[in-house]
Nanobody
Framework: QVQLVESGGGLVQPGGSLRLSCAASGSIFNIYVMGWYRQAPGKQRELVAGITSGGSTNYADSVKGRFTISRDNAKNTVYLQMNSLKPEATAVYSC???????????????WGQGTQVTVSS
């Protein structure tokens, strides 16, 4: 079994910062890609940022220059540092990982339970 557990969401004022964390645990052989998605009320889920095991990153245009994704491969953990937050960033943020599980060595897609981020004064 694989679990992704997120932490770090909450309420922040516009212009503030938050740092999200997501730790993967279980019978994991290798994690290819980790990323953060978000879904605001009434909108489709969108990719915020992703990072490969080699450290290559990609970001949604709306967060470039303000959000930073990083990863600690030894801890199977991905982080999302969010600065200069805007009200439109309010959403449920979910962690995603594409990884190999030891039992089958097949690549599988996993999601965390999501954490609420609210940007409001």
């Amino acid at each position: 079994q694989v679990q992704l557990v997120e932490s770090g969401g909450g309420l922040v004022q516009p212009g503030g910062s938050l740092r999200l964390s997501c730790a993967a645990s279980g019978s994991i052989f290798n994690i290819y890609v980790m990323g953060w998605y978000r879904q605001a009320p009434g909108k489709q889920r969108e990719l915020v940022a992703g990072i490969t095991s080699g450290g290559s990153t990609n970001y949604a245009d709306s967060v470039k220059g303000r959000f930073t994704i990083s990863r600690d491969n030894a801890k199977n953990t991905v982080y999302l540092q969010m600065n200069s937050l805007k009200p439109e960033a309010t959403a449920v943020y979910s962690c995603n990982a594409v990884l190999q599980i030891r039992a089958t060595m097949s690549a599988t897609n996993h999601w965390g339970q999501g954490t609420q981020v609210t940007v409001s004064s």
